[in-house]
T-cell receptor, first 113, second 111 residues
Framework: KNQVEQSPQSLIILEGKNCTLQCNYTVSPFSNLRWYKQDTGRGPVSLTIMTFSENTKSNGRYTATLDADTKQSSLHITASQLSDSASYICVVTDSYGNNRLAFGKGNQVVVIP | KAGVTQTPRYLIKTRGQQVTLSCSPI?????VSWYQQTPGQGLQFLFE???????NKGNFPGRFSGRQFSNSRSEMNVSTLELGDSALYLC??????????FGPGTRLTVL
């Protein structure tokens, strides 16, 4: 079973609307959680990174939340734009000595005018 | 400041061949990581190099290897290619281990 599960797998939203993406993980012990945005044909771009003690982090119209107790994170996109069409990937790092990474398979977001 | 560059961008090989991919990190970045991305498995971590030493390694067979040079440029090599090695190979460099900058990737197709 994958240690990081993202939902929904894909969604279509109207330009200007908000949406929320979910990331549930089982990685333990936990070090940090990152959200990446990946445009088609390009490498991922970091949006936010949160450690155990942080529960909210914003980057422009992107706001990530973290509940380390329930092992859940969400990425909220406010007032979506066509350029938000991309895959959003959740990555969780454990705090063992080698900092192992666990990857979600991504949320595919399509914003339509 | 120039971003992470990867060469070549596209590559077609046949089963049994070997391939070498190259990555030039952002100037001043000493950490370089490699990832494999496929539609079925998503992103998977291959290995990380820091100051010419492999610091971390994912769960890939020994056919996958890498190295880093004194100027921080890195190469990864895949020997005895299999069909399942077809993927986008991404390189990322960083100053802070938690904040990586990715290159555009090398699309490898194995026939």
């Amino acid at each position: 079973k994958n240690q990081v599960e993202q939902s929904p797998q894909s969604l279509i939203i109207l330009e200007g609307k908000n949406c929320t993406l979910q990331c549930n993980y089982t990685v333990s012990p936990f070090s940090n959680l990152r959200w990446y945005k990946q445009d088609t044909g390009r490498g991922p771009v970091s949006l936010t990174i949160m450690t155990f003690s942080e529960n909210t982090k914003s980057n422009g119209r992107y706001t990530a939340t973290l509940d380390a107790d329930t092992k859940q994170s969400s990425l909220h996109i406010t007032a979506s734009q066509l350029s938000d069409s991309a895959s959003y990937i959740c990555v969780v790092t454990d705090s063992y000595g080698n900092n192992r990474l666990a990857f979600g398979k991504g949320n595919q977001v399509v914003v339509i005018p | 400041k120039a971003g992470v560059t990867q060469t070549p961008r596209y590559l077609i090989k046949t089963r049994g061949q070997q391939v070498t991919l190259s990555c030039s990190p952002i100037s001043g970045h000493r950490s370089v990581s490699w990832y494999q991305q496929t539609p079925g498995q998503g992103l998977q971590f291959l290995f990380e190099y820091f100051s010419e030493t492999q610091r971390n390694k994912g769960n890939f067979p020994g056919r996958f290897s890498g190295r880093q040079f004194s100027n921080s440029r890195s190469e990864m090599n895949v020997s005895t290619l299999e069909l399942g090695d077809s993927a986008l190979y991404l390189c990322a460099s960083s100053l802070d281990p938690a904040w990586e900058y990715f290159g555009p990737g090398t699309r490898l197709t194995v026939l």
